[in-house]
């Protein structure tokens, strides 16, 4: 899977089910046939889909953990807590669980963000506020994860 690029801001209703923009769905195309897996973030109180090419890596390196290290076991119940599997209609839309809507706090405005090979999605208040400087300084946190890597041969400046 390429890349995911892009924001976008959309509706989901009453049922949970929001239209996937065009572009956005372009991107997905590839995966439209093989369908998604829809999943609790680890780390922010938004969701995640992932490309099902994406969520098999995913597993391949989930599957390498030892299952006699309690840990390992715990660490996997909790990352596929609430997983679901997802297709886009032909209507273009998603349809998200209730218990997955209730996680998020997914209300009425959403945002959809590329997260290099996945979608996060986000109540747009939950996500507005996530990305406020005034939490988190972007320029020291760019530094911080960014300024360490050997920029000779991947372009970057």
């Not at 297709?87 to 405005?109: H, P, T």
């Amino acid at each position: 899977m390429n890349t995911i690029v892009g924001t976008y801001e959309c509706k989901v209703d009453s049922k949970g089910r929001l239209m996937i923009p065009a572009p956005l769905k372009k991107q997905l195309h590839a995966g439209l046939e093989d369908g998604f897996v829809l999943k609790r973030s680890v780390f922010q109180p938004c969701l995640e889909l992932y490309p099902m090419t994406e969520w098999n890596k995913m597993m391949q390196k989930i599957n390498k953990l030892n299952r006699f290290v309690k840990k390992n076991n715990d660490f996997i119940r909790r990352f596929t807590a609430g997983v679901k599997i997802v297709e886009i209609d032909a209507a273009g839309r998603l349809l998200i669980s209730k218990d997955l809507v209730a996680f998020a706090g997914i209300d009425k405005e959403i945002v959809l963000s590329s997260a290099v090979n996945i979608v996060e999605i986000w109540d747009k208040d939950k996500y507005e506020k996530s990305i406020d400087d005034s939490v988190v300084d972007f320029a020291d946190l760019a530094e911080e994860v960014m300024g360490n890597l050997n920029d000779d041969d991947d372009g970057i400046s």
